[in-house]
Every structure is written in structure tokens, then in C-alpha cells.
């Protein structure tokens, strides 16, 4: 019997193509586990009305850890259109599986590492005084709030008068409410002490683990004065009981600026559910954009690993497969990190890092290309190609 059982869920478009790919890297480095398909996407919300099917969530209850492809995700009317017609009209509504995910299962805790990886052309560079150009190391780690935020789904339009009776009692609702209900929408901004005393704690603790020497806080308290303010608060308390590692603060509208700026100053970075995604995808340009970026949602009891990248649905048929399989195989690397597997999870990073070092197998996105079936005339290599190349280096 393996060791492990994971449950996979390739989801939408090129997360059928990733994750399969994965797998074969996962078996390449003789991870001992045994794999279980499961069930998440677009297709289960046209035919079942339920994007994320409750055997899915079984499976993740009973076996604790997930990798997860991708997603596609459409606005309100659009995914109502696309129901099958014996679902329409049924009052159901279409909410992100992924984020769902995250709130069944608390998985409050996300970690995004944006480290660039020598060789790659699509590294940040600079210019320096004297007319030259340098190209810093970026090694920034997003701890990203996962289920509160502007993310818990506290939505309304045209809100009922109960929701509208609760805003009133604050002064600054004064100004809205002489407005219709029908030319109203509500997305409320959520936190509680709880929520950022486990990400900042978290972060702390990954921080002197890894001899990161700093954890900022990247919020909006100057505006956002009651959630900004309480995280805030929090890594004041928290940073106490790690003296060694500094607590520094940036505003998300500067810290934009500054990421091009100085981005090798950064280490362990902290916001909520709507900035932490802002300020990674914006670290994440620095190291090779979404091809490179991996993530982990953990919890108490289960964790799911993804690449943060979007479904991509124009590139899932094309034969044979273009797109960047880093992102996700990097998401293993962090699957095993987190069972322990940690020489296995550095020798697929070594593998990784080996290939980009060495610029033979590169996807489109590394060529500068644009995505399409002539990239590969051009010169780009394919998923597969670059799958093999990595298993190459894990020998």
C-alpha cells in the first residue's frame, strides 16, 4: 500500500494538461503514493449545477491532500446562461470552486513563493547607474489570507432591506442611502483577529525557519483602517515572540512600485485574500510570470497545492501541448515539503532549476513567443518536452 493518497483535480483547460504532467515528475522522483481523480470545474456546473460535487469534497476529507489543475470562471449571468436548461432558472448561483474549497476546509493559510531561477530570460532586470543592467534575486514568499477578505462572499445586489437596515448604523452610509436598492451592490471586506493571528503567525514561523530576516505587512490601513488596522495589530504581538525577524510595513499601492524597484529587499510578505493575490501575481512577473508560480492552500487537516495560473481554455486542445508545466510541478515540490519528503521536493527543484539553467527546453512563454501551435516551428519546446527535460535532470 503507498504511502500517500492524493487526490487530483485537473479542473479546466490546461489543468488537464499540467497535472498529467506532474504525475509523471512526482513518479520520476519515486514519491510513493497512489492517485485519486476527483471531480471540479466548469463542466459539473453546466451539467450538475455544483462546480465543486460533494464526492470531491469526500475525497479530500478522507484523504487530507489534494493537487489541483485549474479553473475557468465566468461573471454571474454568463455562467446562469450556460446551465443546462433543466437546471436554469433553479435559483442557483455559481461561486468559485477553488474558493469554496478553501472555506469547506479552512484553508486560510496560503503560501505563494516567487523565486527566480537562474538562466531564465524571463527574470526582472534593471538598469544600473552607469548605463548598465543588473537582474536581482527575487526570493519572496506571499502569505496570502485565503478565506476572508473580499473573498468570503458576503455579496449582495440589490440588498434587502435587513442588510440595508445593518449599514445604516454606521455614519458613512449616510451617503447611500437615498439610493435605489436595484442600483446597489454590496462586497463586503471581512477579518477577524482569528484569521490574521494563524496567516501571521504562520509567516513568522516560516520566515525563521527559511533565515528570512524580515515579514511585511502589505495591507491598506491608512483607508482600510479596521482590517488593515487589525492585521496590523496583530503582527505587532506576533513579531514579539520572534525577535530576530523584522515586522516592516508597505502600503499594497507602494509596495506595486517598490516590487520593481528593490524586489530582492523582500522576503516574507503578508496581506489579505485581495492583496496577497495583487502583490503575487506582481512578484510573480519578476520570476517568469504565472508559468512559474505555485502555491499551497493549508488548513488544520488538508492541504491542496495549484499553480496560480487561469485555465487558459484556447491552448487545452492543441496537439501536442504548449504551456508551461513549471507552475505545477513546482506545486508538487511544495506537496512534499509539507508530508515531510523534503530531499525529494529539492531534487525536483534542482531539476527545475537545472533545465531553466541550461535553456534547452523552454515553452513559449520562456521564448517570448506568442502561445499557439507555431510556437513549436519556432523554436518552443513542448509540455512534454519540458516534463522530460526535468525528469532527465532527476536522473
Not at 248 to 257: G, P, R
Request: hydrophobic letters at 40%.
Amino acid at each position: 500500500m503507498a504511502r500517500y493518497t492524493i487526490v487530483t483535480m485537473p479542473g479546466d483547460g490546461i489543468g488537464k494538461v499540467v497535472l498529467p504532467e506532474t504525475l509523471r515528475v512526482l513518479e520520476a522522483i519515486g514519491f510513493d503514493a497512489d492517485y485519486v481523480h476527483a471531480d471540479i470545474g466548469w463542466e459539473y456546473w453546466v451539467e450538475e449545477g455544483n462546480p465543486l460535487p460533494d464526492r470531491t469534497l469526500d475525497l479530500l476529507r478522507e484523504f487530507k491532500l489534494g493537487l489541483f489543475g485549474a479553473i475557468t470562471s465566468k461573471p454571474k449571468k454568463l455562467a446562469a446562461a450556460e446551465l443546462n436548461p433543466e437546471l436554469q432558472d433553479k435559483g442557483l448561483s455559481y461561486f468559485s470552486p477553488i474558493v469554496s474549497m478553501r472555506q469547506v476546509f479552512n484553508l486560510d493559510v496560503c503560501i505563494r513563493p516567487c523565486q527566480s531561477f537562474p538562466g531564465n530570460p524571463l527574470n526582472f532586470i534593471r538598469r544600473t547607474a552607469d548605463g548598465g543592467f543588473e537582474e536581482p534575486v527575487v526570493d519572496a514568499v506571499i502569505f496570502r489570507q485565503n478565506t476572508e477578505g473580499l473573498y468570503c462572499g458576503l455579496e449582495w445586489t440589490n440588498p434587502p432591506d435587513e442588510v440595508r437596515e445593518a449599514l445604516s448604523s454606521h455614519p458613512k452610509y449616510a451617503t447611500f442611502a437615498a439610493t435605489p436598492s436595484e442600483e446597489l451592490a454590496i462586497s463586503m471586506r471581512l477579518f477577524t483577529l482569528n484569521g490574521c493571528r494563524r496567516i501571521v503567525t504562520a509567516a513568522f514561523e516560516y520566515a525563521k525557519k527559511h533565515g528570512y530576516k524580515s515579514v511585511t505587512i502589505c495591507e491598506k490601513p491608512n483607508v482600510l483602517r479596521e482590517t488593515s488596522g487589525m492585521m496590523e495589530d496583530v503582527a505587532v504581538e506576533v513579531q514579539k515572540d520572534f525577535p530576530d525577524i523584522q515586522h516592516w510595513s508597505t502600503n499594497i499601492d507602494a509596495q506595486m512600485m517598490w516590487l520593481t524597484k528593490n524586489p530582492e529587499n523582500y522576503g516574507v510578505i503578508v496581506a489579505g485574500n485581495m492583496f496577497g493575490d495583487i502583490i503575487s501575481d506582481g512578484f510573480a512577473g519578476l520570476v517568469g510570470g504565472l508559468g512559474f508560480a505555485c502555491s499551497g492552500n493549508i488548513g488544520d487537516d488538508v492541504a491542496v497545492f495549484e499553480p496560480t495560473h487561469g485555465s487558459a481554455p484556447k491552448y487545452e486542445e492543441l496537439d501536442p501541448p504548449i504551456v508551461n508545466p513549471i507552475a505545477m510541478v513546482l506545486s508538487a515540490a511544495m506537496l512534499l515539503d509539507h508530508v515531510g519528503e523534503t530531499d525529494q521536493a529539492k531534487a525536483v527543484r534542482d531539476a527545475v532549476a537545472a533545465v531553466v539553467a541550461e535553456g534547452k527546453a523552454r515553452t513559449y512563454d520562456m521564448m517570448k513567443l506568442t502561445g499557439g501551435p507555431d510556437s513549436i516551428s519556432q523554436g518552443a519546446a513542448t509540455s512534454i518536452q519540458v516534463t522530460d527535460a526535468i525528469i532527465e535532470k532527476i536522473g
